[in-house]
C-alpha cells in the first residue's frame, strides 16, 4: 500500500476585503523562507485577496502531487503539510457517495471530506497534518493541526485579515509580525526551556494548538474548537497486555513506513528507539539506524553506542555513528535560526548533527519520541504520584523538609539530583497542575524575578505557564495520579518541546521525521490503561519493559536514563565557555537591558568554578541572546498593512 504524503511548508494571506489583491510576490518570499522543508517542488495559488502557497519534499508519488489541490468545481482549494495513513479507507467511502478524484492522494482526500463535514473533516484522519483550505462560497479559511502538533503552524490575525505559515520565519520576512515582544511567554521560557502553545515570543503571533480548528471568516471573528482530547476513561488491565503493547506498537509502525523512498531510523540505547527499530526489523525491513557517538568533555556521561550497536547486532541494522563534537561555532547559529522560537532544549545540538548527516541519505527517518509520554519513563512521572502522598503530610514538616533542601547545592558534575529534590520539596500541597509544574520548572519563580532587569520586573506577573498548566488541567477534566502528569506532558512538553524540536531542527535538512509512538489509535488504547499497570512499583517504564523483554537485549533494561543531550553542563565550562562569555557579556545585557549582569555574572563564576551546576539556566540565556539576534535585532520587513499594498 502506498499513499502521497507532502511533507512541506505552507503559507498564506488571506484580506478581509476581498478587492484588495494578495502580491503573488509575497506569498513565494513567504514560502522561499522555508524552502528547507520543500526543496523539491513549490505551488502557488492567488485570486483577489486569497493567496496561499507552499514548498514540497516528495516522499511519496513523487512525480505528481502539485498543490494547491482544487475540488472539482475549484471553489475550494487547499494546502497540505503531512500524511494521512487511512486515506485510501476514506477514499474509497466519499468516491462511493459520489466524489469525483483527479488525484489518488490524500490532499484531495481531506478536501473532499471537507465538502462533507466542513471543520469535521479532520475528526476521520489519521496521521500527522497542518492544513489550510479556503472555501470561496463561504469566503473562510480553515486552519488545522494533528491531534498532537507534529506538524506546526503559526497564525496571524488583524483588520487587514489572516496570515499563516508552517514557520515564524515565514511571517517575518513579508512583515506580518510588528515583531514586539510578549514577555509573559518568555518568562514561560526561562521557567520551562519552552513557550508553551498557543504563546510564541512575539505577542501578535500565535500557533494553533494541537487537536484544533482555526475557522475564519471575512464577516466575522476567528473561531478556534478542539476536535480530539486524550481520553478520560479508564479501562480495565486486558488479558495478556504485554503482547497488545507489541501490537500496537508493530501496527502503528507498519503505518508509519508507508514511504517510495528509503526509511531510516534514529537509534540511542533507550527503550523506546530501540523498540522502534526491533519494530521495523521483525517487519522485513534491514533498518539502517544512525547513532550519537560524542566528544570532548563528559563525553562518557553521554555515550550509549554500546548498546546501540548490541540492538543492531541482534536485528542485523546496518548502524552508522554520527560524531557529535562539542565545537558548536558553526552550528549554534543556524540551529536557534531553524527553531523559530527560544528553545533551551540542549538535545539541540545532537539533533542537528544527526539530522544532518541522516537527511544526506535520506528524505524520513523513524524515531522512538513519545514513548516516554505514552508510557510514563520521566522521573517526574513518579514524583506526582509521591506528590499526593507529599502534599498530605502536616504543612510544619513541608516547610522544615523544603527549607533544609534549600541550603543543598548542586555539585558542579551532578546531573541536576539537588535540583530536582528542591522542585519536589517546594511543590508542597499544590493542585496538582501547580506541582507538575514545579518538577519541570527550571527556574522559580523567585530567581527569575533576580534574573530580570528592575524595568522588566514590573512588566512581568511570572505566573503565565501556571496560568496555561491550569487551564490545562481543568480542560481534561481534573485527572488523578500519574494520569494528571501524561496529561500534562502530552499538552505541552511533547509538543512544544520534544516534536517542535524535531520537526524545526530535521526540517532544516528536508529530513521528514516520523513518530510510530505518537499515533492517536496507539495512544488512545494505551493512555486508558490504569496507572498501576504503566508503573508498577514506582519503576518507571513497567509495562513496555515488559513487553520489550522479547526483543531486546537484557542491558537495555539495566541502563540509566540519558535521555538524547550531549555532556551540557561540561560543554558550557570548556568548549562552549567563548560563545557563553560572548552572549552574555556585561556590555551585551546592559545594551539589552532585560537582565541583571550582576546576577548573570554570578551564574557564570558559580558555574565556572563548578560550585554549583547552573546548566540549565545557562543554556536558557544563552539561547535566548542568540534568538533575539537573529529574530529581534535583524533587520524588519515594512509592516504587512503600512505603505503600499505589499511589503517593499
Known sequence: MTCRAFMCGIAGIVHREHQ??????????????????????????????VGLG??????????????????????????????????????????????????????????HLYEELGPRCVEPLRGMFAFAIWDATAESLLLARDRFGIKPLYFVTAPWGIGFASELKALLTVGLSRRQLDWEALDSFFQLGYIPAPATPFADVRKLEPGHTLTWCRAGEPVARRYWDLPQETVLEPPKVQQRVLEWLDESVGMHLVSDVPVGAFLSGGLDSSAVVASMALQGERPHAFTARYHGSGAETADETALARELATRYQARLTYIDIRPDVREVFEPIVWALDEPHADDSAIPTWLLSQAVGSDYKVALTGIGGDELFAGYRRHIGVLLGEYYSRLPPGVRRAASALASQLREPAGASLGVNRIKRFLRSGASAAAERFLGYLSHVDDGFRSELYS?????????????????????????????????????????????????????????????????????????????????IGWGRNKHLLKRALRSRLPRN???????????????????????????????????????????????????????????????????????????????????WYPTGSERPA
Open 454 to 534: 528592575r524595568e522588566l520586573r514590573t512588566e512581568i506577573t511570572g505566573g503565565a505557564a501556571q496560568q496555561r498548566f491550569a487551564e490545562l488541567y481543568r480542560q481534561g477534566g481534573c485527572p488523578a495520579g500519574l494520569r494528571a502528569g501524561l496529561y500534562l506532558d502530552y499538552k505541552t512538553f511533547l509538543p512544544d518541546d520534544i516534536l517542535a524540536l524535531s520537526d524545526r531542527i530535521a526540517m532544516a535538512h528536508s529530513l521528514e521525521i516520523r513518530v510510530p509512538f505518537v499515533d492517536h489509535v496507539f495512544v488512545e488504547h494505551a493512555f486508558r490503561l490504569p496507572d498501576r499497570t504503566k
Open 556 to 638: 537495555h533494561f539495566h541502563a540509566p536514563k540519558r535521555g538524547f543531550v550531549g555532556p551540557t553542563s561540561a560543554w558550557l565550562r570548556h568548549e562552549m565557555r567563548g560563545v557563553l562569555e560572548d552572549e552574555l557579556s556585561t556590555e551585551r545585557l546592559k545594551r539589552l537591558s532585560y537582565f541583571s549582569p550582576v546576577a548573570v555574572s554570578k551564574l557564570l563564576g558559580e558555574h565556572f568554578s563548578r560550585r554549583q551546576n547552573h546548566e540549565r539556566i545557562l543554556w536558557g540565556l544563552l539561547c535566548f541572546s542568540t534568538w533575539h539576534r537573529l529574530y529581534a535585532e535583524g533587520p524588519t520587513a515594512p
Open 54 to 111: 507552499m514548498r514540497r519534499l516528495s516522499i511519496i508519488d513523487l512525480k505528481g502531487g502539485h498543490q494547491p489541490v482544487f475540488n472539482e468545481d475549484r471553489s475550494k482549494a487547499i494546502v497540505f503539510n503531512g500524511e494521512i495513513y487511512n486515506y485510501r479507507e476514506l477514499r474509497r467511502g466519499l468516491i462511493t457517495r459520489g466524489h469525483t478524484f483527479r488525484s489518488d492522494g490524500d490532499t484531495e482526500t481531506i478536501l
Open 20 to 49: 484588495r489583491p494578495v502580491d503573488p510576490e509575497v506569498v513565494q518570499r513567504m514560502c522561499e523562507a522555508m524552502r528547507h522543508r520543500g526543496p523539491d517542488d513549490e505551488g502557488c495559488f492567488i485570486s483577489g485577496g
